[in-house]
């Protein structure tokens, strides 16, 4: 079941699906989000020794997923973006709980 939430209201959590493939020394990490520049870094530095590319939009789209200075700052991307896609925004840790889930998933794509 799904309950849209008002605007003073944050999900606890919303599941999305990470995919990762792995091309000899090439790693693909899809995921459904826009994401600020330096999580796409942290992503890419996922795995010494391989090409990690970070992929958006993959499996669909749930927003944008800024810092927690974008929070802070009342950025678009955290507070009028997740209006749109009537998200009513994540925790401003998101960004960390979703590049730590790529990285868990990388490094058993990558294992040898």
Do not use: C
Not at 7 to 32: M, Y
Not at 88 to 100: N, P
């Amino acid at each position: 079941m799904v309950r849209k939430l008002g605007n003073d209201e944050l999900a606890d959590f919303e599941s999305v699906e990470v995919q990762v493939i792995r091309i000899e020394n090439l790693v693909l990490a899809g995921h459904p989000t826009e994401l600020f520049s330096e999580y796409s870094l942290r992503m890419r530095e996922s795995a010494a020794g391989y090409s990690v590319v970070p992929v958006g939009y993959a499996g669909g789209l749930v927003g944008y997923v800024p810092n927690p200075a974008a929070y802070q700052a009342g950025a678009y991307e955290a507070d009028l973006v997740p209006r749109i896609f009537e998200k009513w925004g994540f925790r401003s840790d998101v960004g960390d709980i979703l590049t730590t889930g790529v990285a868990e998933a990388v490094a058993i794509a990558t294992e040898r």
